[in-house]
């Protein structure tokens, strides 16, 4: 079915909203996917806070002109999903795992940071934790010479008699496992 112009510009008007705040862009050929599956992709976007959208190439084109992405606006060609995401790595890895169970979604490239992704950058992209994996990460580094210095000054503590300094040592532990 046909899209008037209003309709057109209406879709070219969202598709925009979505890049101006989106870090990725994924393009994805969906060629031969059961409407099923293209359901459990949409629902597995739709919880990472990802937006999946089925549009038509020239009004894909015409709504990221302008944006970061317009650099892969030549590769879009052929029956594209696109995946659009605040978060630099959700929709890279949305794709990314659908496409190892499925073989007929068949990623093309993407685009983050205004620079163009290939499918193994694409891919790349998709391996790197999230953003609370990566914070829990940083914590646990920053938490990690606090807590081995307390255990250093209750053990020299109680080697040199001083029994009443372990409970003090036990305290920054208990503190740095409740962060």
């Known amino acids: ?3 008037n112009r209003s309709e057109k510009e209406a879709v070219i008007s969202d ?4 890049a101006a705040k989106a870090q990725t862009l994924v393009m ?16 597995e976007a739709r ?11 020239t009004l894909a084109r015409r709504a990221v002109a302008g944006s ?18 605040e978060d630099a790595v959700a929709a890279a890895k949305v794709v990314a795992d659908f496409a190892k169970t ?5 990623i093309r490239g993407g685009a983050f940071g205004g620079k163009a992704l290939d499918v193994n950058g694409v891919k790349q992209l998709a391996n790197i934790p999230s953003k609370e994996v ?3 990460q940083l914590l646990g580094l920053m938490q990690s010479p606090i807590s081995r210095t307390a255990r250093v000054l209750a053990a020299l503590a109680e080697k040199r008699g001083g029994g009443e300094a372990a409970p003090v040592a036990d305290a920054p532990a208990e503190e740095a496992q409740a962060a």
Request: charged share 20%.
């Open 102 to 106: 499925n073989d007929k979604l068949v």
């Open 134 to 136: 990566l914070l829990a």
């Open 1 to 3: 079915m046909s899209l």
């Open 47 to 57: 919880s990472k806070g990802v937006t999946l959208s089925v549009l038509k190439n």
């Open 15 to 18: 598709v925009t909203s979505l």
């Open 68 to 85: 970061a992405f317009e650099i892969v606006g030549d590769q879009m060609t052929g029956p594209l999903i696109y995946g659009f995401s």
């Open 28 to 43: 994805a050929e969906y060629r031969g996917i059961t409407v099923a599956d293209m359901t459990k992709l949409r629902t």
